[in-house]
């Protein structure tokens, strides 16, 4: 089952009980199994009323049920994208085989650009001296062609845009690609252009509608992505004495 990892993120102009999440959750189950979403199903489902259900959705902050599960299933019909476990703010399309295999590449071989601006460069200031401290030496592409710095063979990109369209991201992209590497996208936008163009990505939760693009409001994307590189960090890096 589906686990919200802050029902204040998905909806912050809620105003929930204490039984909503539950019942949230079983409508996302409902959603992701293609299940009917006719309200007076999901009331059954949940032991209520078609008239509470529609309460709920107004405590999301919607006008009706209609909207309410058109916006649920926007986010959660994909079936293919996943939670990652012990993640619960990052979801995927790739499983944890291919995941594994992709990292361990990157961090055995030692080759590794980044590469992130606005605010995302500072998760690329703090993912360099992370991987510093694990003896990976990785290349901050900001303001350098990968052409003045490659040796000519294949390198991992990690690269980190909120909104996945990133123009010069893009065309770091294009040159990773160029000569063989791979490319690995965090972003918060499902269908960016980041998410077509890397061999791995994933999708972090902002808790915003996307359209913040001066990011002067409530934004979980940067905090999830240090957290996100943390475990991934931790993951596949080894210490210097291991």
Not at 173 to 191: D, P, Q, R, W
Request: with cysteine; aromatic share 14%; glycine share 4%.
């Amino acid at each position: 089952m589906v686990k919200i990892y802050s029902l204040s993120r998905w909806f912050p102009k809620n105003h929930f009980r204490e039984e909503d999440e539950k019942i949230i959750e079983k409508i996302i189950e409902a959603i992701e199994k293609k299940s009917d979403l006719d309200i007076r199903k999901i009331a059954q489902m949940n032991y209520t009323s078609a008239s509470s259900i529609s309460r709920l959705a107004k405590r999301a902050g919607f006008n009706n049920f209609k909207e309410f599960i058109f916006f649920l299933s926007s986010k959660f019909s994909g079936s293919s994208i996943n939670q990652l476990d012990n993640l619960p703010f990052v979801t995927t399309n790739y499983d944890w085989n291919e995941i594994d295999s992709c990292f361990m590449k990157a961090f055995s071989d030692n080759k590794i650009y980044l590469f992130g601006e606005g605010f995302c460069q500072f998760l690329v200031d703090y993912t360099y001296r992370k991987l510093l401290l694990k003896r990976i030496y990785a290349i901050d592409l900001e303001g350098v062609e990968i052409s003045l710095v490659s040796d000519k063979t294949p390198h991992t990109l990690i690269i980190f845009s909120q909104s996945g369209e990133n123009r010069n991201g893009l065309i770091k992209i294009e040159e990773c690609k160029s000569y063989g590497g791979n490319v690995i996208a965090l972003t918060a936008t499902e269908n960016s252009s980041y998410i077509s163009k890397s061999d791995l990505s994933f999708i972090i939760e902002s808790g915003t509608d996307g359209a913040d693009s001066e990011n002067q409001n409530l934004n979980y994307f940067f905090g999830n992505c240090l957290n996100l590189m943390e475990y991934l960090i931790n993951r596949y890096a080894k210490t210097p004495e291991e």
